[in-house]
């Protein structure tokens, strides 16, 4: 013993901008609640200083990051090697420093599923599911959902193009079709509507399809927020079975991040009980 404290493990979260991020004090929350010591920060850094910043983090010391809006596909150009999961999705949200390599995870996508399935209960084999906008974190969850079986993803977005190339990207693995909001059809009715438009986040409220929307049809806005965003009241107003924010996808997906960093699980169900938020 040398009598110096034990270096404390640095993890971060880095994104432009990066202040509203929950992610600080839900991985604080599980260092809490397993024992783990570490310490977790939030770190602002424009596109064009991210590969000096996550170099210059793993040099000091870093043991691992979380990527956010707008790096998450940028940041598969910079890792060593990268999970099956981030590399189908295009977008990595977890890097790990190991000696001098980086390895790239994505966590959303079976962050989303650990909700929707373990904690929610929905059943999604043989479901109608259609997910709206065609942005990072659709390509993220498509793999995962198709993992389940649908009966069919339908991707409905404000810009058509985007939605194809995803469907056509996906559909060798599943029954993936891609349209405008307009084109939905008003016969569909859909077991599960997703919103995975960054809509929400900036208050607005796109023209959805009203006529998706049946009193069988459980809702899930991927933003959340200490109040209803605008596509949870909608869902709610237009008579969905169940409307839900994605604040179980954000607790599992750090959880899955802060396992592959430390090799312990958290209770997420407890940590959601401590921000005071009901899934
Ligand atoms: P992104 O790559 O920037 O994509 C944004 C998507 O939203 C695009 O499809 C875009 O349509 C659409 N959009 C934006 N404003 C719109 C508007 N006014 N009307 C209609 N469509 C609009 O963002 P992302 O990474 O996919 O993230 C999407 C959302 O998911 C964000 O709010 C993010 O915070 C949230 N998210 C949550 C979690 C979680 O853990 N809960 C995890 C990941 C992401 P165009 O293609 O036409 O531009």
């Not at 993890?11 to 991020?21: I, K, L, Q």
């Not at 060798?172 to 569909?188: D, N």
Request: proline residues 5%.
């Amino acid at each position: 013993m040398d009598g110096k404290p034990a270096a404390v493990d640095r993890y971060g979260v880095m994104g432009y901008p990066v202040s509203h991020s929950r992610s600080p004090v839900i991985h604080r929350l599980f260092a809490l609640q397993t024992g783990e010591n570490l310490q977790y920060e939030l770190l602002q850094v424009a596109p064009s200083k991210l590969e000096t910043a996550i170099r210059q983090f793993q040099r000091t010391g870093g043991k691992g990051l979380n990527i956010t809006l707008p790096h998450k596909s940028e940041v598969t150009r910079l890792v060593d090697d990268l999970s099956e999961r981030a590399n189908s999705s295009g977008a990595v949200n977890t890097l790990v420093f190991r000696d001098k390599e980086i390895f790239g995870d994505n966590t959303d996508g079976i962050g989303l599923m650990r909700d929707l399935v373990g904690n929610l209960g929905l059943e999604l084999k043989d479901a109608s599911i259609l997910i709206l906008g065609a942005g990072g974190a659709t390509r993220g969850i498509i793999g995962p959902l198709l993992d389940a079986e649908p009966k069919s993803i339908t991707i409905a977005n404000r810009t058509l193009s985007r939605a194809r190339v995803l469907a056509e990207h996906f559909s060798a693995s599943g029954p993936v079709t891609a349209c405008r909001f307009r084109e939905v059809k008003p016969s569909s009715s859909f077991d599960l509507i997703i919103n995975a438009t960054s809509a929400s986040a900036k208050g607005e409220l796109p023209p959805y399809p009203e006529s998706a929307v049946t009193d069988r049809t459980f809702c899930y806005d991927l933003s959340y927020g200490l109040s209803p965003t605008p596509f949870s009241s909608w869902a709610a107003r237009k008579g969905a079975a169940r409307s839900v924010m994605g604040w179980g996808m954000l607790v599992e997906q750090a959880a899955e991040s802060f396992d592959l960093w430390r090799g312990v699980r958290p209770d997420t169900q407890k940590v959601l009980e401590q921000l005071e938020i009901s899934a």
